[in-house]
């Protein structure tokens, strides 16, 4: 477990990472999603600590721009020894292992061009655990989530 960042405290805080919806240009929401993801710490056999990851999804196109974008924005969760805790990041968090720098920008939520890629692994990423289980081997369907966040993350605008 980690210290968690300042800005991480306070859930209630205004999103303005994506502005994409906010500028004065003509934009048009395609689709909307909404998933709930849990992460587990795999050796916690009573799931003490887990982070709770909400996806709020939206698929837009920008007329000026001429594309088409994925928005995800991110409410993240934590429960450390059965409790909610705004402090501390257990390390089943998807994105634990980053650097603070982008631990920061990433836990905010992400914003992608649409395209061959990111439509699959948004696809991948809301499908139900079962279907998804069957189509990645050996890998847990955790684990694999949490590699498609990351992903994402990386290829972030």
């Keep these: 477990?980690?210290?968690?960042?300042?800005?991480?405290?306070?859930?209630?805080?205004?999103?303005?990472?994506?502005?994409?919806?906010?500028?004065?240009?003509?934009?048009?929401?395609?689709?909307?999603?909404?998933?709930?993801?849990?992460?587990?710490?795999?050796?916690?056999?009573?799931?003490?600590?887990?982070?709770?990851?909400?996806?709020?999804?939206?698929?837009?196109?920008n007329y000026e721009l001429n594309s088409t974008y994925y928005e995800a924005e991110y409410n993240f969760i934590n429960f450390i020894n059965s409790k909610e805790n705004k402090d501390i990041v257990p390390s089943c968090h998807p994105f634990y292992n980053i650097s603070e720098t982008k631990f920061k920008k990433y836990s905010i939520g992400i914003l992608v061009i649409k395209n061959e890629l990111t439509e699959q692994l948004i696809r991948y990423l809301f499908m139900d655990n079962n279907i998804l289980q069957k189509k990645i081997g050996n890998s847990t369907v955790q684990s694999y989530r949490i590699n498609i966040l990351n992903l994402l993350a990386q290829l972030c605008e």
């Design 1 to 61: 477990m980690k210290n968690n960042y300042d800005f991480y405290k306070n859930n209630n805080q205004l999103n303005t990472y994506f502005n994409i919806l906010n500028k004065p240009t003509k934009t048009e929401i395609y689709s909307h999603k909404f998933k709930q993801l849990i992460f587990n710490n795999d050796f916690d056999s009573n799931f003490n600590n887990k982070t709770i990851l909400n996806i709020n999804l939206i698929e837009t196109f």
